[in-house]
């Protein structure tokens, strides 16, 4: 469960690039630490608008409502396999 939280959140957050630094030319590796430790959140059960309410002020390619919403069908998904 855990493999498929990572390569989800990841998948997310890159898209979302809540700092605007993928946009700008960081490494394709830049949120992988925020990815983990997202992953383990979504499994604890944290609420994503929590999550996402960690990044401020959110400079993001996506609105942090869109990345709320993944992250949180990606919870549900999580939920399902358990």
Do not use: F, N
């Amino acid at each position: 469960m855990y493999d498929q939280a990572l390569v989800g959140s990841k998948r997310i957050i890159d898209e979302a690039d809540p700092e605007g630094l993928l946009a700008i030319g960081a490494p394709p590796d830049e949120y992988d630490s925020y990815s983990a430790d997202v992953a383990r959140r979504l499994i604890h059960g944290e609420d994503p608008s929590a999550i996402v309410g960690l990044w401020k002020p959110w400079q993001g390619r996506r609105p942090a409502a869109w990345c709320t919403e993944q992250l949180a069908i990606l919870k549900a998904e999580l939920a399902v396999d358990q």
